[in-house]
C-alpha cells in the first residue's frame, strides 16, 4: 500500500511553475530521497505535501485518504510530520519545552489532559527524545545556547518526538560536523522500520547511504525514479545533475 | 435646500477632508511602507503642524503671511522632531516593529502633554488667509476649503515627483523593496530611515496647517486624523500608497457624507464596521499583499 | 522539580497573604488605591495573557474592560441583576465581544493586528457615545447605592463598605491571579507561549495556532470583562472613559511595566503607575505626560519590565 501519492501536483508562483505535475507514490516503510538541482522545486514540492503551501493543482493522499484539502496543523495530526530547512525551533525556550511541546499534544485531551501535566513523566519522554539525537544532558538550556549542529538536531528530535507516520526532512545534514552526520544516519535508519522518511538532500554520499529509492527532479517536474544504483547509471540524470 | 443640493454639499465638505486625510495617511503609509514601522504618535505631529500654524499666525503681521509661513516653519519643525526621534527612539530598538509601536505610544503622550503644558487646554482659531465664496447655484462655499483641497492635490503630487523622479525616492523605494540588498548598494538606509520619518512628520504636519484655518487648534485634535489614517493604511492594504490613496477617499467622502446626513460618531463607526469586512474579505486589505 | 513547583505557588500565596494582611494597615487613603489595583491589575492580568503570554499586541482591550463595566453596570442597573449575577453577565459581556473581536481581527497579524483591535475598541468607545440615552455617554451614571448590596444566608454585605470592597477586589484578584499561573504552566499555556515564540513551528507541530489565539483572545477579554464589572459594581461608576483608547494604553503599560509574560508583573506595574500618576497629577495637570515618559524609558532601558528584570538578575523565579 502507498502510504503518501501525489495526482498531477502542481504549484506556481506568478509566473514561475515550480512543481509542474508531479505524481509521486511512495510505499510505507522506505526511505526516499529527492534530489535535483538548487532552485528545483524540491522544497516546494514537500511544502506542498505538509500544507505549508496549498497546490495551484493536482491533489494528495495519504493512507488513501484525500488530504489536499487539509491545513498544515491537520496534517501533522495525521501523520505527516515536517522538519524545517532554516532550523525553525523555539529559541527562547528550553530544549525541555521545545520537546514538551512535541510530546504533550498527543496527551492534551479533554480539558484534564489539557490543563494539567505530570512533570515527571514528561521530563522522562523528554529526556528519552532528546538522548535519540544525543542531546539529553542540554535538556535545561535554551535552544539559542545550543551550537548550530545542535539545533539542527533539536529539530530533527522536534519532527520524531511527533511520532510521525511520514517524517519529511528538508536538508537536514546541513551545517552538521562529519561525526554528526553519521549520527544522523544511524538514527534515520533505526527509525526506518517504523517510519516512512522523504528526505531532501544534497550531501550525496549520505542519499547514497540511505536512500532505497531515490526521485530527481529538475524544474519542477519529476526528471526520473529508481533505486540508488540505477540513478547513478541514469544518463539523462548524469547529464542534468551529477554530471555538472 | 433640496436634497441634491445637501448631498453636494456634503460630498464637497467630504472631498475637501478626504484631501487633508490623504495626505495624512500618506505619511503614516510611506513610514510604514520603507521602515516597517507604525508611528502611533503621527496623529501628535498632524496637531503640532496645526499649533505651529496657530503660534506663526500670532507673530506674522497679516493671515497670509502667517499662512505661508506656517507652510514652511511647521514641516520643518516636525520634521526636525521626528527626526530627532528617530535618533533617539527608533534607531535605538534598532525599529523593532512592536518596540517602535510602544516607544511611539510613549511619544504621543509626550508630545501631547507637552503641547498642553506650553500651549494650554483652549482650542484656538486661526484667521483664514484668504477670505472668498465661491457661489454655486444652491448655497455659496468657503474658498479656503477649496483652496485646501487644491494645495493638498498638488502636496500629494509633490510627493509623487519626489518618490518617482528623485534620487532619495529612489532609494525610499529600494529599502522598501529589500534593505539589506538597498544596504549592500550603497544606499544609506538609516539616513533614508530619518528622512521618511521626516518626511511623514512633514506631511502631517502640512495637513495640520491646512486645517488649522478650518477646525482650531487643540492639543487633543490629533486623535481623529490617526485613527481615520489607520482605518485608510488597513482598508488600503499596508504598505501600498496607490490602496492608501483610493482607500482615503472612499472614507474622507463617506465620511463627509454621513456625518452631514447622520452624526460624525456614526460616520466613524460605520468606517471602523467597513475595515472589519475589508479584513473579512481580503485580510492584506484591498491593495496589500496577500499574505502567505 | 517539585521544589521549584511549589516555589511558585508560595510566592504567589506569600503575595495574596500581604495583600490580605495589608487591609488592617493601610490608612483610608492607601485602602481605596489598594482595592482599585487590584481590581486593574485583574485587568492587567487579563491583558498579559494575550500580549504577555501569547504575543498578541493589541491595542484594544479597553473594550472588553469596557464590555464588564456597562454589561455589568446596565446588567444590575437596568434589568435588576444581583450583584453575582452582573459580575457573571460582565464577565460574558468580555467574552462575547472578544470571540467576535478576535474571528475577524485575528485574520490579520503584527501591526495590523494591533491597528485593528485599536480600531474596533474605538467603534465601541463611540457606540457607547452614540447609544447616550442608554449609557449617559460621556457623564456616564452611578449604580445605585440600593442595588449595590450581596445577601448571603441571611446577611447581607454593602459593596460600597470600604472592607467589603477591598476583599471582593482582593478575592476577584487571588481568582485570575491564581488562574493565570496555573494557566501559563499548563499544556496550554505552553502552546500559547510556543505561538508567541514561533508561530509557523507551532502550527507544523500539529497544533491549531488560529484556534489558541482565538481561545487567548477569549480568556483575556473574559477576564478583562470580570475586572470591568467589578470595577463597575464595587466603585460604582459607570462611564465611557473607559473604554476610551487611554485605558487600552494603560493595560499595555502596565503589563510592560510590570514585566510582560511574567505573572506578578501586572500587579506590580499597575501599582507603580497608579502611584506614580497619582503623584504626577499633584503636581501638574499634564501628569500624563509620565505616561509617555515611563513607556519611552522602559523601551529604550528596561524592555524586561520590573519583574522581569528581577527575575534576571536574581535568579529563575518563573523557573
Redesign the interface.
Known amino acids: 500500500m502507498s502510504l503518501l501519492r501525489t495526482e498531477a501536483l502542481s504549484k506556481r508562483f506568478g509566473g514561475l511553475e515550480a512543481v509542474r505535475n508531479v505524481d509521486l507514490e511512495l510505499p510505507a516503510g522506505e526511505i526516499r530521497a529527492v534530489i535535483g538541482p538548487n532552485g528545483a522545486g524540491k522544497t516546494t514540492l514537500v511544502s506542498v505535501i505538509s500544507g505549508r503551501l496549498e497546490p495551484t493543482a493536482g491533489r494528495i493522499f495519504f493512507k488513501d485518504r484525500d488530504i489536499t484539502g487539509l491545513s498544515a496543523w491537520q496534517r501533522a495530526r495525521a501523520g505527516i510530520v515536517y522538519t524545517f530547512q532554516i532550523t525553525s525551533v523555539f529559541p527562547k525556550l528550553s530544549c525541555h519545552d521545545n520537546l514538551a511541546l512535541a510530546i504533550q499534544r498527543r496527551r492534551m485531551t479533554g480539558l484534564a489532559g489539557r490543563l494539567r501535566e505530570d512533570p515527571a513523566a514528561l521530563r522522562a519522554e523528554v529526556e528519552a527524545a532528546l538522548a535519540r539525537v544525543g542531546l539529553a544532558e542540554d535538556i535545561d538550556r535554551t535552544a539559542a545556547e545550543l551550537p548550530y549542529g545542535h539545533q539542527r538536531l533539536l529539530e530533527v528530535a522536534l519532527g520524531l518526538a511527533l511520532s510521525p507516520e511520514l517524517l519529511i526532512m528538508d536538508e537536514p545534514t546541513q551545517g552538521l560536523s562529519n561525526a554528526e552526520i553519521a549520527r544522523f544516519c544511524d538514527l534515520v535508519r533505526g527509525i526506518a522500520s517504523e517510519v516512512t522518511v522523504l528526505l531532501i538532500e544534497h550531501n550525496m554520499p549520505v542519499v547514497m547511504d540511505l536512500a532505497e529509492r531515490i526521485t530527481v527532479v529538475e524544474r519542477g517536474a519529476v526528471l526520473a525514479e529508481g533505486t540508488p544504483a540505477e540513478i547513478r547509471a541514469d544518463a539523462a540524470v548524469q547529464r542534468a545533475y551529477l554530471g555538472t | 435646500m433640496s436634497f441634491g443640493a445637501y448631498f453636494f454639499l456634503a460630498v464637497l465638505e467630504g472631498t475637501v477632508s478626504a484631501f487633508v486625510l490623504a495626505l495624512t495617511a500618506l505619511g503614516l503609509s510611506l513610514v ?1 511602507g520603507v521602515m516597517r ?2 508611528n502611533v504618535a503621527h496623529g501628535e505631529l498632524f496637531m503640532l503642524g496645526a499649533v505651529i500654524a496657530w503660534w506663526v499666525s500670532q507673530m506674522a503681521g497679516d493671515p497670509l503671511s502667517g499662512f505661508l509661513l506656517a507652510l514652511v516653519v511647521g514641516p520643518l519643525l516636525v520634521g526636525g522632531i521626528a527626526i530627532a526621534a528617530d535618533w533617539a ?1 527608533l534607531k ?2 534598532d525599529y523593532n ?3 517602535t ?3 511611539t ?10 503641547v ?2 506650553l500651549y494650554g ?1 483652549d482650542a484656538r482659531a486661526v484667521e483664514a488667509p484668504f477670505y472668498f465664496r465661491v457661489q454655486f447655484p444652491w448655497f455659496g462655499y468657503s474658498g479656503y476649503k477649496l483652496i485646501v483641497a487644491a494645495l493638498s492635490a498638488g502636496l500629494l503630487l509633490a510627493t509623487w515627483y519626489l518618490l518617482k523622479k528623485t534620487r532619495l525616492g529612489l532609494y525610499m523605494r529600494a529599502t522598501q523593496y529589500d534593505q539589506e540588498t538597498a544596504q549592500a548598494f550603497g544606499v544609506p538606509v538609516r539616513r533614508v530611515y530619518a528622512a521618511v520619518f521626516a518626511l511623514g512628520g512633514g506631511l502631517a504636519a502640512l495637513a495640520g496647517v491646512l486645517v488649522v484655518p478650518i477646525q482650531q487648534a487643540h492639543y487633543l485634535m490629533g ?1 481623529d486624523p490617526l ?1 481615520l489614517s ?2 485608510v ?2 482598508i488600503g492594504g ?1 504598505g501600498s500608497l496607490r490602496g492608501t490613496l483610493i482607500a482615503a477617499f472612499v472614507i474622507g467622502i463617506s465620511d463627509g457624507v454621513i456625518s452631514v446626513f447622520f ?1 460624525p ?2 460616520a ?2 460605520l468606517a ?2 467597513l ?2 469586512l475589508v ?2 474579505v481580503r ?1 492584506g ?1 484591498l491593495f496589500g499583499a496577500k ?1 502567505a | 522539580m517539585s521544589g521549584v513547583l511549589s516555589n511558585r505557588w508560595l510566592l504567589a500565596l506569600a503575595v495574596l497573604a500581604v495583600l490580605l494582611v495589608a487591609q488592617v494597615l493601610l490608612p483610608p487613603y492607601h485602602h481605596t488605591n489598594f482595592a482599585r489595583i487590584m481590581v486593574l491589575a485583574s485587568f492587567a492580568i487579563g491583558y498579559n495573557i494575550a500580549f504577555g503570554y501569547t504575543g498578541l499586541l493589541s491595542l484594544g482591550h479597553a473594550m472588553f474592560f469596557a464590555a464588564g463595566i456597562y454589561a455589568a453596570g446596565l446588567g444590575a442597573q437596568e434589568l435588576g441583576l444581583s450583584m453575582p449575577a452582573a459580575l457573571a453577565f460582565g464577565a460574558l459581556g468580555g467574552l462575547v465581544l472578544a470571540l467576535a473581536v478576535g474571528l475577524i481581527a485575528l485574520r490579520t497579524s503584527g501591526v495590523a493586528f494591533l491597528i485593528v483591535t485599536l480600531m474596533f475598541a474605538q467603534a465601541v468607545f463611540l457606540t457607547t457615545l452614540y447609544f447616550n440615552e442608554v449609557t449617559k455617554g460621556d457623564e456616564g451614571f452611578v449604580i445605585a447605592e440600593a442595588l449595590r448590596r450581596i445577601e448571603i444566608g441571611g446577611a447581607e454585605l454593602k459593596l460600597s463598605d470600604p472592607t467589603v470592597r477591598y476583599n471582593v477586589a482582593l478575592a476577584l484578584f487571588a481568582l485570575c491571579y491564581l488562574a493565570s499561573i496555573a494557566l501559563l504552566h499548563s499544556p496550554v499555556g505552553r502552546v500559547l507561549v510556543a505561538v508567541r515564540e514561533n508561530e509557523q513551528r507551532t502550527r507544523m507541530l500539529g497544533y491549531n495556532t488560529f484556534g489558541y489565539k482565538l481561545l487567548a483572545m477569549v480568556i483575556s477579554g473574559t477576564i478583562s470583562g470580570l475586572a470591568g464589572a467589578a470595577y463597575a459594581l464595587l466603585f460604582a461608576y459607570v462611564g465611557s472613559t473607559f473604554a476610551s483608547t487611554q485605558y487600552s494604553i494603560y493595560a499595555l503599560l502596565w503589563v510592560l511595566l510590570g514585566g510582560l509574560g511574567t505573572t506578578l508583573g501586572p500587579l506590580i506595574g499597575t501599582g507603580l503607575m497608579s502611584y506614580l500618576v497619582d503623584f504626577a497629577s499633584d503636581v501638574t495637570s499634564s501628569y500624563l505626560i509620565v505616561v509617555g515618559v515611563v513607556l519611552v524609558v522602559l523601551v529604550l532601558a528596561f524592555p524586561k519590565g520590573v519583574v522581569g528584570t528581577a527575575i534576571e538578575r536574581w535568579g529563575r523565579l518563573r523557573s
Request: proline share 9%; charged share 5%.
Open positions: 510604514f514601522v507604525v527612539i535605538r530598538v516593529p512592536e518596540a509601536i510602544v516607544a505610544i510613549g511619544l504621543l503622550y509626550i508630545i501631547q502633554q507637552s498642553l503644558i487646554p486623535h485613527l489607520f482605518i493604511v488597513i499596508l452624526s460618531t456614526l466613524k463607526i471602523t464596521l475595515v472589519a479584513l473579512v485580510p486589505g499574505p
